[in-house]
């Protein structure tokens, strides 16, 4: 079991909205509960010209009213934080930032165990390494050095790989952390366990007994004054790439040898792997891409994208993704996967869906209810399974009943929020929930054809806010006799629902 040892966390972009919204409330979090080590400093770093002083008062002001802080432990909190104010594109400038290390780790007693966490713009992942590495800043001859670095790594297969390889030049693999906050969910840890650990489903998880499988990723707000980046990067990037795959990897990888990260990483990577490429006609068979549009939703006129801060009048970015795709290995030969992510559909919802056959049974499994498995990762994190029940009166004529688990009935329990148990593995040095070099690497070289298929004038549908999505996706599951499940804000089974 990895233990945190003393450390200095510098967080490159500090200045940021990252930072002060996720980052800093995270780390104030983990003091308060005494899961951070009991000698730390936050040094943060960017261009704005605060000092120690004036970047604790902003941050203190940003905590202050949140829920869950203590004034007393706050103030304590506090007394950790510095500022050193650099250019962090400017490489003669980071042996300021050496000697105000090696000062607050002689004042502290932190040693020179170093966390970079590098909450900037993706132009500055391959510079900063190498700035660091100039100061001989990766060095571990005199205590660990690691690198926490934000999505987007890479903007296709071959900026990935550039960037993979000038960040090695200077930092081995197991320096790096490439953050991806789903997988610091509880519930998608929780795929693991869930399968894993219990005799009675791990049996039926494979083409035998699953006919197909959901995965959706859906998002109710638009693009939030982001117009301007996400017009660059739109859907397949910005979702389906790493967060929505990686789920998928969680929930259809084989058992590790052992809870330890390098097993649990290897079992993501060889899945990942065995993703069918998309031929041709997958692309134009089983894709979907598409954009929202404007429309009036529970009395709000809500804009279209085009209409969006920052986005070009004849923008052709997806702000939608639907897919049918396969993996090609022994468990999962022939069950269809159907994955789908957009902005603006009618609720913020992420969740699994595990569709099993039917009963063979001639007379029972003739109008039997479907038999599923719904594993919701947010929000009303939980999961429910469905079956058939008789119902009651003369005959045996079967209706749908559900049981649930809501993660919220555990109230002794403290559930880490994704940046927390993320930032409190990486000050561990346990890489298991971060994503590897061949794992992001297999997933740009599925994803590539999609790219290069969106820039094909036909490849983009309109859907109104509000929906969900474009109805050529619908016909992705009709066409094989299936329809997507719409789910509600709440883990429920209902036939209407305040979305």
């Not at 000697?99 to 909450?119: E, V």
């Not at 699953?210 to 707000?221: A, H, K, N, P, S």
């Not at 859907?235 to 084989?254: G, I, K, P, S, W």
Request: glycine share 8%.
């Amino acid at each position: 079991m990895a233990t945190t040892e003393n450390t200095n966390i510098v967080i490159f972009g500090a200045s940021g909205d990252l930072t002060q919204r996720k980052l800093i409330p995270a780390l104030y979090q983990l003091f308060a509960s005494n899961l951070l080590p009991e000698k730390f400093t936050v040094l943060g770093v960017s261009r704005s010209g605060y000092s120690d002083e004036s970047f604790r008062d902003k941050l203190h002001k940003a905590l202050e009213d949140s829920e869950n802080v203590d004034s007393v432990t706050l103030s304590r909190f506090i007394e950790h934080l510095y500022y050193l104010s650099i250019d962090p594109s400017d490489s003669s400038q980071y042996g300021k930032l050496k000697a105000r290390l090696d000062d607050l780790g002689q004042a502290h007693g932190t040693g020179a165990n170093n966390l970079f966490y590098l909450a900037t713009p993706p132009s500055l992942y391959g510079l900063i390494p190498q700035y660091l590495a100039e100061q001989g800043l990766n060095k571990e001859s005199d205590g660990w050095k690691r690198l926490i670095v934000e999505k987007p790594f890479g903007y296709n297969t071959a900026s990935a790989n550039e960037l993979d390889d000038v960040i090695h030049e200077k930092f081995k693999e197991s320096q790096l952390y490439r953050i991806d906050h789903y997988l610091g969910k509880e519930t998608v840890q929780n795929l693991l366990v869930f399968r894993f650990s219990n005799g009675m489903f791990e049996p039926l998880w494979n083409r035998n007994f699953i006919d197909y499988v959901e995965i959706t990723g859906g998002e109710f707000l638009g693009v939030e004054g982001r117009g301007g980046y996400y017009d660059g990067s739109g859907a397949v990037r910005d979702m389906f790439q790493n967060h929505l795959l990686q789920v998928l990897a969680m929930a259809t990888m084989e058992p590790p040898s052992a809870i330890r990260a390098d097993a649990i990483r290897d079992e993501v990577a060889k899945v990942m792997q065995s993703f069918q490429p998309l031929s041709d006609d997958d692309l134009k068979k089983n894709l979907v891409l598409g954009q929202y549009t404007a429309s009036e939703v529970r009395g709000e006129m809500l804009p279209g994208y085009r209409e969006e801060p920052g986005v070009s009048d004849e923008s052709r970015t997806e702000t939608y993704v639907g897919l049918k795709m396969f993996i090609d290995n022994w468990r999962w030969n022939g069950v269809p996967f159907y994955v789908r992510t957009g902005k603006r559909l009618p609720t913020r919802v992420t969740e699994v869906v595990i569709h099993f056959k039917k009963t063979p049974h001639p007379v029972f499994g003739k109008d039997a209810p479907e038999n599923k498995l719904i594993i919701r990762i947010q929000p009303d994190e939980g999961i429910q399974m469905s079956f058939g029940l008789k119902k009651p009166g003369a005959g045996f004529e079967a209706q749908e009943v559900s049981m649930q688990f809501h993660y919220q009935s555990l109230e002794e329990a403290t559930l880490l929020t994704a940046y927390e148990r993320l930032l409190l593995d990486a000050v561990k040095g346990d890489a298991t929930l971060f994503a590897r070099s061949d794992a992001v690497k297999a997933c740009w070289e599925f994803v590539e054809p999609i790219l290069e298929y969106k820039e094909h004038p036909d490849a983009l549908f309109g859907y109104a806010a509000g929906t969900w999505g474009p109805k050529e996706a619908d016909d992705l599951l009709k066409n094989d006799d299936r329809a997507w499940r719409f789910p509600c804000k709440n883990l429920t089974n209902t036939e209407y629902c305040e979305l």
